[in-house]
C-alpha cells in the first residue's frame, strides 16, 4: 500500500478550515503583517467567531473583550492568533479515539500539543537552528496527524502484523508500519499536508520527523523529531507502544546534546501543562 | 451502604488522584489511589498493611540538580527530593518503618542506543541506590518495555494493578 493509497482511502477526516491553513501557509513568507493574517481569517466567520470566543477567555486576561478580528490580532500579536486558530481548526479533527493505537479520544491531540509545546522550547534553546517559534508550534502540532488516516484505514489483521513486530522485534513503530505497509504515518501526514498545499518546510519535517535531516544542514525535522521525543518523556506517549520510538544517533551528536539538557526540557515541559490544558480547552 | 427498599447501593469509592509530579499519602482505608501515564516516570506506592496507611508518588526525574528552584516548588518531580516527603508524610500519619511494602511500576523506555534519553532507567537507578542506601527494599516492581502504565492502588487491601492501553489489567 502506497501513502497515497491510503490517503485516498480515508473518506470522513474532518475538514479543516479553509481559512487555518491559509494561515499556515503565511508561515512560508519571510515577514508576515497583521493585515495579512486578518485577511487570512476575514473570510470565514464560523472560526472567527470561535477565535473571539477563545480570545474573551479568562486565560488571556484582556481587560477590554475584543470584538473584531482586527482588534484581536492587533492585541494578542499574530503569533498568539496563529496558535489559537490552529487549536480551534485541528483540536476537533485530533480528538478522535484511534483504536488500531489503543489511543484513547484526545491522547493524540494532548500529544500534539505537548510536543508543539516542546517544539518551540527547543527551538529556543537551539538559536543556530534559526527555527521560528511559530513554524516550531506548527509542526509539532501537525506532526502525527498521518495517524487520523492510518487509525482509519488499518485493518485488524495488520494492526495485528505491526504490533507483533513492535513486540517481538523490539523495533520502533514507524519501522514497523514501514515493513507492514510499505509506509509509515509520518509519509502519510506529509502527504496530507502536501494535499492542503501547506509549506514544503512543513511537509518535509513531518515526513522525516522520525528520521531527521541533518545535512547539509540540520533541518526543521531535526526539532520535530527531538519535541516529540522530549514530549513522550514528558509523560505524554499514548497508546500501548508510546515509547516504541527511535533516538536517530546522529542527531544526538552532531547538537552534542546531554541527559541534563533532556531532563531540563522534560522539566521545563511538565511546568507548562497549564498552557496545554488550556489550549485543550480551546478545541 | 446506603439502603433503597430492598436494594443496597454501595458508597463510590474515593479516588484520589495523583498527578504528573505529585504526591498522595493517606489513611482513609476505604480510598483509591490512583496515577496516570507512567512513561518512563516512576509510580512508588508504599504501605502499611496494620495502619492500612498508604502512599503514592509519581516522579519524573532521577535527581534534582539539574534545577534547583524546580526542586523547591515542586519537590515531587524529582526522586531524591520526593520519595524522603512520600515516607516522612507516612511516618507522620503512624506508619511503621519495618512494615512499609515498596512496590515500584514505569520506567519505561525509547529505542536509544546511546541511553542519553534513558530516562525510565535512571529513574529506576536512582531509586534502587536511594532504597538501599536506607536499608530498604523493592518488595515488587514492573519497570521498563515500551509502553505507558497507569496504576491503581486499593488502600484496603493495599493490592495494586497495572494497566497498559490494549492490555488487560494484572496485579503488581
Keep these: 500500500m502506497t501513502a497515497q493509497e491510503l490517503v485516498a482511502k480515508v473518506k470522513n477526516l474532518p475538514p479543516v478550515p479553509h481559512a487555518a491553513l491559509k494561515l499556515v501557509s503565511l508561515l512560508d513568507l519571510p515577514a508576515v503583517s497583521n493585515t495579512e493574517v486578518v485577511q487570512a481569517l476575514r473570510c470565514d466567520n464560523v472560526l472567527t467567531a470561535k477565535l473571539l470566543r477563545a480570545c474573551n477567555s479568562p486565560y488571556f486576561g484582556l481587560a477590554e473583550p475584543v470584538g473584531s478580528v482586527d482588534q484581536a490580532v492587533f492585541i494578542l500579536g499574530h503569533q498568539q492568533i496563529l496558535h489559537i486558530v490552529l487549536t480551534i481548526a485541528f483540536g476537533s479533527a485530533m480528538v478522535v479515539a484511534l483504536p488500531g493505537y489503543a489511543v484513547e479520544a484526545s491522547e493524540l491531540w494532548r500529544h500534539s500539543l505537548v510536543t508543539a509545546t516542546a517544539s518551540e522550547m527547543i527551538a529556543k534553546e537551539f538559536t543556530d537552528l534559526n527555527i521560528e517559534l511559530p513554524v516550531a508550534f506548527t509542526v509539532g502540532l501537525l506532526h502525527d496527524i498521518g495517524k487520523l488516516v492510518l487509525g482509519q484505514t488499518l485493518t485488524a489483521d495488520l494492526q495485528v502484523k505491526i504490533r507483533r513486530l513492535i513486540e517481538h522485534e523490539h523495533i520502533a513503530r514507524a519501522e514497523a508500519e514501514k515493513i507492514v505497509l510499505g509506509t509509515d504515518h509520518s509519509e502519510v501526514g506529509a502527504l496530507l499536508l502536501q494535499s492542503w498545499h501547506l509549506p514544503d518546510e512543513l511537509v518535509e519535517a513531518v515526513a522525516n520527523h522520525h528520521q531527521p535531516i541533518l545535512t547539509p544542514k540540520p533541518r526543521l525535522s531535526v526539532v520535530t523529531h527531538l519535541a516529540d521525543c522530549v514530549a513522550h518523556l514528558a509523560g505524554s506517549a499514548p497508546g500501548w507502544d508510546g515509547y516504541a520510538v527511535r533516538i536517530n544517533n546522529e542527531l544526538v551528536t552532531s547538537l552534542a546534546i546531554t541527559p541534563e539538557q533532556i531532563e531540563q526540557m522534560v522539566a521545563n515541559v511538565r511546568e507548562s501543562s497549564d498552557r496545554v490544558d488550556q489550549f485543550m480547552s480551546l478545541a | ?172
Excluded at chain 2, 31 to 43: D, P, Q, R
Excluded at chain 2, 88 to 106: C, M, P, Q, W
Aim: aromatic share 6%; charged share 20%.
Design chain 2, 1 to 172: 451502604m446506603t439502603a433503597i427498599g430492598k436494594w443496597t447501593i454501595p458508597a463510590p469509592r474515593k479516588t484520589l488522584v495523583v498527578g504528573v509530579a505529585d504526591m498522595v499519602v493517606s489513611n482513609d482505608s476505604s480510598a483509591e489511589l490512583v496515577t496516570y501515564s507512567l512513561g518512563s516516570c516512576l509510580g512508588i506506592a508504599i504501605y502499611d498493611p496494620v495502619k492500612k496507611i498508604g502512599g503514592l508518588l509519581h516522579i519524573m526525574l532521577p535527581d534534582s540538580k539539574i534545577d534547583s528552584a524546580k526542586a523547591v516548588n515542586m519537590p515531587y518531580m524529582f526522586l531524591d527530593t520526593g520519595l524522603p516527603r512520600l515516607f516522612h508524610a507516612a511516618y507522620n500519619l503512624g506508619a511503621d518503618r519495618g512494615r512499609l511494602t515498596v512496590k515500584v511500576a514505569g520506567g519505561a523506555q525509547l529505542l536509544d542506543e546511546r541511553n542519553i534519553f534513558n530516562i525510565g532507567g535512571r529513574n529506576f537507578q536512582a531509586l534502587i541506590d536511594l532504597i538501599a542506601r536506607n536499608g530498604l527494599a523493592i518488595h515488587s516492581r514492573d519497570v521498563g518495555g515500551m509502553t505507558s502504565r497507569t496504576l491503581r492502588f486499593d488502600l484496603t487491601t493495599g493490592n495494586i494493578t497495572i494497566k497498559s492501553p490494549g492490555a488487560d489489567a494484572y496485579p503488581l
